[in-house]
């Protein structure tokens, strides 16, 4: 397995086995989750589960792949895909989505958009709608007014996040 290559098409890890805890990606990687997996998966790039993994997590990516089951939500930034083969118990955030015949989805569908509200804001950082607007009118947080109300860009509030400004 080649990590050190700047392509994110040499960056792929295969996990089989089982494993608990945080994985936490920065860079853009294709990981393979295969085994059974229990906590948090915070990646960039490519996210595929197979279709023999079990995983109860809070996920979070890019472009993630499902093909085996997934108990917990899931933030996908770019594209989620459910295979056939898909069976999801756990409320589901994706940008665009791609649900093959077959697929099984057990919890709820908001999709994102590429502007958010105050409370679609507070959902997707995970902070109460005081903070937003707090943030908000101080200038902190990247966004403009429309009328009386606030719009966000989500790229913009991915970069503010990525730049770790949140909450300072």
């Not at 290559?5 to 936490?24: H, I, N, P």
């Not at 459910?82 to 940008?95: K, N, W």
């Amino acid at each position: 397995m080649a990590f050190n290559k700047k392509k994110v098409e040499e960056k792929v890890l295969d996990v089989d086995a089982a494993m608990q805890g945080t994985l936490t990606f920065k860079d853009p990687v294709n990981l393979r989750v295969n085994g059974k997996f229990d906590g948090n998966l915070d990646t960039k790039g490519n996210l595929t589960i197979g279709s023999t993994a079990i995983v109860t997590a809070e996920i979070i990516g890019d472009n993630i792949i499902v093909g085996g089951r997934v108990k917990g939500k899931i933030i996908a930034k770019e594209r989620l895909t459910l295979l056939p083969s898909a069976i999801v118990e756990g409320d589901i955030y994706p940008v665009k989505l791609n649900v093959a015949e077959g697929a099984i989805l057990e919890g709820s569908c908001f999709m994102l958009h590429d502007f958010l509200n105050t409370d679609e804001l507070a959902r997707y950082l995970e902070v109460d709608l005081n903070s937003v607007l707090d943030w908000a009118n101080s200038g902190k947080v990247p966004g403009f007014k429309e009328g009386e109300n606030w719009k966000f860009e989500r790229k913009a509030i991915d970069s503010w996040v990525a730049s770790g400004k949140v909450g300072k």
